[in-house]
């Protein structure tokens, strides 16, 4: 079901998987500004939690009057969320830039957390976050042809200067070049829609403010982190690891950005073993 829900001037479009009497697991999707349902997640979960999947502030159909976008607004969406559910604690899942806002979110509030998992996260804030981007672009300008990496330097400028479009157009081709190894996965058009510059650009500007943040020697949850053997970070990766020393890892072979399309069963096993699931293949 479809719920709007309120944290002052923003409007969190948000879907519920209701499960009764089960724990609850939020989503949260990449970008910053880049909605995605990642409904293959929802469906490998949704038999043992009650699911919530959110599209972020400013992002999709989630509005932000105020604009504003620190690292203590993103927080406070969930805590918005899990009143409105009427829970005091909940796993968190986090994708790419999710999975950094799920770091930052359980460094403020380790005590709500269930259970942490990382799938690709970014590696982290301030300093790091600079490291991850530059570590990006390389990828991307590895994976690129000549042509396609001139037109992704042309439309970040534009998208930096506010163009929602461009940003649209360019976060297409860094999917593509996410699934370049696996050819018959399609870009979804209708997930690019959702894709907000200035979501984007002022995210982007807060996360290098933000300070780094700190290492969880003793969590008093699992954490689990996974990453594919084609990702798309290099050397910042191992922040990530460093910061979770009690954490199952995962890297999973011929595997890019997005698991759960590249190698479907092989995450799916990784999440059941991580939550407990039976495994229904």
């Not at 293959?40 to 504003?68: M, P």
């Not at 979110?105 to 530059?134: D, I, V």
């Not at 990453?227 to 890297?251: C, F, H, M, N, W």
């Amino acid at each position: 079901s479809t719920h709007s829900i309120q944290n002052g001037a923003v409007t969190l479009h948000t879907s519920i998987y209701p499960k009764q009497g089960a724990e609850t697991i939020i989503l949260l999707h990449g970008g910053p500004g880049v909605p995605d349902p990642m409904l293959d997640v929802v469906n490998t979960l949704k038999d043992k939690f009650q699911v919530v999947y959110f599209e972020q502030r400013g992002t999709g159909k989630s509005t932000n009057a105020e604009h504003s976008y620190t690292m203590e607004d993103y927080v406070g969406d969930v805590n918005t969320i899990a009143e409105y559910l009427d829970i005091e604690q909940f796993h968190l899942f986090g994708h790419s830039w999710g999975g950094l806002y799920a770091q930052i979110y359980a460094n403020m509030h380790p005590g709500r957390l269930l259970s942490l998992c990382l799938c690709s996260p970014s590696s982290g804030t301030n300093k790091t976050w600079k490291q991850t981007e530059k570590e990006v672009m390389q990828f991307n300008k590895r994976t690129s042809t000549s042509d396609e990496w001139m037109q992704m330097g042309w439309l970040s400028l534009k998208g930096m200067m506010g163009s929602d479009k461009a940003y649209q157009q360019m976060f297409r081709l860094v999917m593509c070049n996410y699934h370049k190894n696996h050819p018959d996965i399609m870009v979804s058009e209708k997930q690019l829609t959702g894709v907000r510059a200035r979501s984007v650009n002022k995210t982007r500007k807060e996360l290098i403010k933000y300070p780094m943040l700190d290492t969880l020697n003793d969590p008093s949850f699992p954490v689990c982190v996974t990453y594919g053997e084609q990702d798309i970070y290099g050397e910042s990766k191992q922040e990530v690891l460093d910061r979770y020393p009690t954490a199952s890892t995962y890297l999973f072979e011929n595997c890019g950005h997005i698991p759960w399309l590249h190698v479907p069963e092989e995450f799916k096993e990784a999440l059941s073993v991580f939550y407990g699931m039976s495994v229904v293949m």
